[in-house]
């Protein structure tokens, strides 16, 4: 699993791949919470693209920063899911809590 942060002018990308579970936690938090506090920092995009797994635990992970970012007025997208992970984000109902980017 790999976690890779950018700012591009006011927008954060936090680009995951590999397995996105429990075990990336810990980085998963750490990759977010100084976007959060980033007052520069407008809107926060999740690229998805290259996720091949994602738990339930992930699923958690995502709506722990929905709610944090909601508090922080910073809307949350998640882009570019594409296969099993966009079946599961589409049977999680997380285009009801996130904008939810397909892949053009």
Known sequence: MAINMQILGHSA???VSGRFDFQVHRDFKDAYTPLLDNAAVSEIE??????DYLDSAALGMLLLL???AHAANKPVALANANGTVSR??????FSKIFNVKRMV
Not at 88 to 93: D, K, Q, R, S, T
């Open 13 to 15: 990308r936090i680009a």
């Open 46 to 51: 999740i690229e998805m693209s290259k996720v």
């Open 66 to 68: 929905s709610e944090r």
């Open 88 to 93: 599961v984000l589409e049977i999680a109902n």
